[in-house]
């Protein structure tokens, strides 16, 4: 069974930045595509990137276009999220998010397994 877990989360500065990680254990992480995702207090669930199996395909929300960058390495199972310039706009509960859809969506519903997050706070 695909078991996913978050690291790389904490306490940042408006522009700096971070690298999150997500681990796979249980499956071969390539077999999937994968979903960044984020939820800030008293808000939704929303997408954040994705990445196809091979990286053939990348996909972001608009607001963090330029700034992040999604990236996997299957050999290690692992997915990365490249966090760069960050805002306090970004502060919320990181998720990582896999799927077995032959495409990239940045919709939460295609998504069967999650991790349990990882905190982000961009805060002078």
């Known amino acids: 069974q695909l078991q996913l877990v978050e690291s790389g989360g904490g306490l940042v500065q408006p522009g700096g930045s971070l690298r999150l990680s997500c681990a796979a254990s249980?499956?071969?992480?390539?077999?999937?595509?994968i979903g960044w995702f984020r939820q800030a207090p008293g808000k939704e669930r929303e997408a954040v990137s994705c990445i196809t199996h091979t990286s053939g395909t990348t996909k972001y929300a608009d607001s963090v276009k330029g700034r992040f960058t999604i990236s996997r390495n299957n050999a290690k199972n692992t997915a990365y999220l490249q966090m760069n310039d960050l805002k306090p706009e970004d502060t919320a509960v990181y998720y990582c998010?896999?799927?077995?859809?032959?495409?990239?969506?940045?919709?939460?519903?295609?998504?069967?397994?999650w991790g349990q997050g990882t905190q982000v706070t961009v805060s002078s």
């Open positions: 249980g499956v071969f992480l390539g077999e999937y595509v």
């Open positions: 998010a896999a799927t077995f859809e032959a495409d990239c969506y940045l919709r939460r519903y295609e998504y069967d397994d």
